[in-house]
């Protein structure tokens, strides 16, 4: 039985990679059918052998099972999440291209790179060896790097794609040379044996391999400042966008949440995410109002939140963090392919925020924040929270909610309709704040410092009021000078174009 379950285990992440070599001999029509067969199939095993391993415990197989360094692949609750969140997106997004690419010449590499890609993503979700992640992670950039190149004749599309290319370089060795210092120290590739040594106090030089580790989860996630080869990549086809966006981009918050129980003894490390998470949260969210087109707002959207996920793990929260993957996947998806919707739709009237609506939203904000939490903890006292200061983004989202809705619609729609939705707004996002330790509880980090709680509430006090006074701002001299900048993204991406015509000159047409 258990070796029945261990080759469908195998099956889930080899049926996309199969498809995506049988791919490039087969007709368009033949590929599309292909592509979408093998990950409906991945999708159907990976809802069945989740529910074993819900019911019966991880489930294992080892790949190579002689020798002392076994390859194996776990679905455990983490690989589980993933493998169903990625097999799904995957599905969608392959259908999606069989009506977006048609007639498209180039539809059978197209399903070729776009399965093999989705084959790499559930090997990566997979993999219970050190080893076989970083192969994992190398292909599945490098067959991203062949989808950008969609449109080979765009000298866009190849300016953009080199430069995410050479990110992802420095991600990679980032990963290799962690990887390696991880086999000198422990003397083995498995996860498990890893953790478990870790865990007995085998800590030494860890700080530093914790530190290559972050640095790699940075890149491959466009933290701030090596952000900007995501938003050039807008000329590869949308399905790609959309794949790369909802599932590829998180592959930085997977490996944090993943090795947790590695960086939870490198509370130091943890706490330089958290700032540079809220540094990116907080570029993202500002460049995003000011670029003029779906698909570049929606990719400084992504930019912020995956700031936001940085944040979540470097202060320790990584059931939320994984919350924050999934919800975050299915949305940027829907968003991405919905986008060609929004063409011609008009924009939403910006709405001057009253005083009176700023001191409702900001009260009932706190009030319903703060007493969330003290509930929780009266009935449940044993529950453990996260950190406190991710209470902050929520009161302050409430905040501007109820402030637009107040200073839009009247006192008596915001009092009457938009509290009740507050309050169960915030008891949902409380709820799931509590149980995110539950569903993964990841390792135990240290409370992080003074410093750190004060900085990250002032940035999220900060957006707040830049947001609400936005609308006064922009009729400013120094509001409209700082528009133009925040639309060329404060100019960082035009500094790595050039450090990359430099490195990576591209040929001059004839």
Request: proline share 9%; no cysteine; hydrophobic share 55%.
């Given at each position: 039985m258990e070796s029945n379950l261990g080759l469908l285990l195998l099956a889930v992440p080899l049926l996309p990679l199969l498809a995506g070599l049988l791919c490039r001999g087969s007709s368009a029509r033949a590929a599309g059918g292909l592509a979408i067969l093998a990950a409906a199939g991945a999708v159907v095993l990976a809802l069945g052998l989740s529910a074993v391993a819900l019911t019966r415990g991880a489930v294992?197989?080892?790949?190579?099972?002689?020798?002392?360094?076994?390859?194996?692949?776990?679905?455990?609750?983490?690989?589980?999440?993933?493998t169903l969140l990625v097999s799904f997106l995957g599905l969608t997004v392959i259908k999606f291209s069989s009506r977006y690419l048609w007639g498209d010449a180039l539809q059978p590499r197209f399903y070729s790179w776009m399965s093999l890609t989705l084959g790499a993503v559930l090997t990566l979700v997979l993999a219970g060896n050190l080893l076989l992640i970083l192969v994992a992670w190398v292909a599945m950039s490098l067959f991203l790097h062949r989808l950008l190149l969609h449109f080979p004749h765009r000298p866009g599309a190849v300016f953009s794609a080199r430069k995410k290319f050479v990110v992802s370089r420095l991600g990679d060795a980032c990963l290799l040379a962690a990887v390696l210092l991880v086999h000198q120290r422990y003397g083995t590739w498995e996860l498990e044996r890893i953790f478990r040594a870790a865990a007995a106090g085998q800590v030494t030089g860890l700080p530093a391999i914790c530190a290559l580790l972050a640095a790699c989860a940075a890149l491959k996630s466009a933290q701030f400042p090596f952000h900007s080869w995501l938003p050039d990549t807008m000329e590869t086809p949308t399905p790609v966008s959309a794949?790369?966006?909802?599932?590829?981009?998180?592959?930085?918050?997977?490996?944090?949440?993943?090795?947790?129980?590695?960086?939870?003894?490198?509370?130091?490390?943890?706490?330089?995410?958290?700032?540079?998470?809220?540094?990116t949260a907080a570029f993202g969210a500002v460049v995003m109002l000011a670029q003029p087109t779906v698909k570049r707002a929606l990719a400084f959207s992504t930019i912020a939140q995956m700031g936001f996920m940085m944040l979540q793990c470097g202060l320790g929260a990584f059931g939320l963090a994984l919350?924050?993957?999934?919800?975050?996947?299915?949305?940027?998806?829907?968003?991405?392919?919905?986008?060609?919707?929004?063409?011609?739709?008009?924009?939403?009237?910006?709405?001057?925020?009253?005083?009176?609506?700023?001191?409702?939203?900001?009260?009932?904000?706190?009030m319903l924040v703060t007493g969330g939490v003290a509930l929780l903890k009266h009935f449940q006292p044993a529950i453990i929270?996260?950190?406190?200061?991710?209470?902050?983004?929520?009161?302050?989202?409430?905040?501007?909610?109820?402030?637009?809705?107040?200073?839009?619609?009247?006192?008596?729609?915001?009092?009457?309709?938009?509290?009740?939705?507050?309050?169960?707004?915030?008891?949902?996002?409380?709820?799931?704040?509590?149980?995110?330790?539950?569903?993964?509880?990841?390792?135990?980090?240290?409370?992080?410092?003074?410093?750190?709680?004060?900085?990250?509430?002032?940035?999220?006090?900060?957006?707040?009021?830049?947001?609400?006074?936005?609308?006064?701002?922009?009729?400013?001299?120094?509001?409209?000078?700082?528009?133009?900048?925040?639309?060329?993204?404060?100019?960082?991406?035009?500094?790595?174009?050039?450090?990359?015509?430099?490195?990576?000159?591209?040929?001059?047409?004839?």
């Open positions: 294992q197989l080892r790949l190579v099972p002689w020798g002392p360094e076994p390859v194996s692949l776990v679905l455990d609750g983490v690989a589980a999440i993933m794949f790369m966006h909802a599932g590829i981009i998180n592959a930085g918050g997977f490996l944090v949440v993943r090795l947790s129980p590695l960086l939870a003894h490198a509370p130091a490390v943890l706490w330089a995410l958290a700032v540079i998470g809220s540094v919350m924050h993957i999934v919800a975050h996947s299915l949305y940027k998806a829907h968003a991405f392919l919905h986008a060609g919707s929004g063409v011609g739709s008009s924009p939403r009237a910006v709405i001057p925020l009253k005083p009176a609506g700023l001191g409702f939203g900001g009260v009932s904000a706190f929270l996260p950190a406190s200061v991710l209470g902050m983004p929520l009161a302050v989202a409430i905040a501007y909610g109820l402030a637009r809705l107040w200073s839009g619609a009247g006192a008596a729609t915001a009092v009457t309709r938009g509290l009740p939705v507050a309050v169960g707004f915030t008891g949902v996002a409380l709820l799931l704040h509590a149980a995110s330790p539950r569903l993964f509880p990841g390792g135990s980090t240290p409370a992080p410092p003074l410093g750190l709680t004060l900085f990250v509430a002032l940035v999220f006090a900060g957006l707040f009021l830049f947001q609400a006074f936005l609308w006064r701002f922009r009729t400013l001299p120094l509001g409209r000078a700082f528009y133009v900048h925040a639309l060329n993204g404060f100019y960082v991406g035009a500094y790595a174009n050039r450090a990359l015509a430099r490195l990576w000159p591209q040929p001059q047409s004839p």
